[in-house]
């Protein structure tokens, strides 16, 4: 009697944890641990709309400025499609850099004229 009282619990039990388990799993995924390619692009489009608005102070590097910036995005891109839609933490100090170097040159020509 025991054994036959209990299985239906058993059954809803797992039924349960098998309905609820791709739903916590979807965290884990390229989404949970990716937080840092958002900081990536959202740094990038920063830096794309700061050259944009400081075009006439930039003593004539705008071009030069604007192809480093794309040359950062498609690199995060190749990067993001190298390893299934993240960035390693390697990578992403690479990616920081490169954006850290492009920001120093937008202030240097930005400042300079002061």
């Not at 641990?33 to 692009?41: D, R, S």
């Not at 003593?59 to 030069?64: A, E, I, L, R």
């Not at 910036?69 to 100090?93: F, H, K, M, P, W």
Request: charged share 25%.
């Amino acid at each position: 009697m025991y054994k036959n009282s209990m299985s239906p619990i058993i059954a809803a039990a797992a039924l349960a944890v098998t309905v609820a388990a791709p739903s916590f799993a979807w965290g884990f995924g390229n989404w949970g641990f990716g937080g840092n390619k958002y900081e990536v692009a959202s740094r990038d489009a920063r830096l794309n709309r700061e050259i944009s608005r400081d075009r006439g102070y930039l003593d004539g590097h705008y071009n030069q400025l604007r192809r480093e910036d794309v040359a950062i995005r498609n690199q995060e891109r190749r990067d993001l499609c190298r390893n299934g839609g993240y960035l390693s933490y390697g990578q992403t100090r690479q990616l920081n850099a490169e954006e850290n170097r492009l920001q120093r040159q937008i202030n240097y020509d930005r400042f300079r004229r002061w």
